[in-house]
């Protein structure tokens, strides 16, 4: 049985820190990395949580810089990333911090795209061959889950829709990954009762998934 108490490393392929408590390590992270000035990406729902304010007031005991962008809808849509990355720009921050569910993950991770590339945020859509336009570097990018279900904190890849139409559009590159990812089960306990009922189904629908799939691979396959 897994010890929740237990801090675990691995990589898959993005670092992952498991534990409950370990995001009393972000701070630090950010100053072991020369990083003073995150922009933490979350949804308003979040952004209104006891633990959000503490990861926020720990940054500051540090004498960190925090923002924080929240602006965006459920189905996160194309002006939700623009307003994102000119608030990165006008506000200098030098690192993203997603933190939430699957909408906050995409958002953030959008953002990340956005920073440093310019095009029109669709001309990178996957399905038309938009990755091959991803050519510069992009911010240091971290990931901090709040629920199971999606593992968007691992993810390279998110999902825009159109502002008007809704048509769904998916960014992708190697390039979007997170560099690491702290992944703190107590984080999961504020939730509301229907995000954790209708994540945990998401998490048991991966799991089936996986179990039943007919491809091949060896860490899956072990877990």
Known sequence: MLDINQVYSFNFPTAIRFGAGVIKELGSYLKDNNLSSPLL??????????????IQKDLEQLGLNSEVYKEMHKNPIKSDVLHGGDMYDKTKRDC???IGGGVSLD????????VNHKRDLFDYDDLIGGDK???????????????SGTGSEVGRSAIISEDNSKKKRILFSP????????????????????????????ALTHNMEAYLAKGFHPMCDGI
């Open 96 to 98: 993203i911090i997603g």
């Open 133 to 147: 336009y991803v050519t510069k570097d992009v911010p240091h990018f971290i990931t901090v889950p709040t629920t």
């Open 107 to 114: 958002v953030a991770r959008a953002i990340v795209l956005r």
């Open 41 to 54: 990406v979350t949804d308003p729902n979040v952004a209104e949580l006891k633990f959000f304010k503490e």
């Open 175 to 202: 390039k979007l990954l997170a560099r690491i990812v702290f992944a703190d089960p107590l984080l999961t306990m504020e939730l509301p009762s229907f995000i954790t009922a209708a994540t945990g189904m998401d």
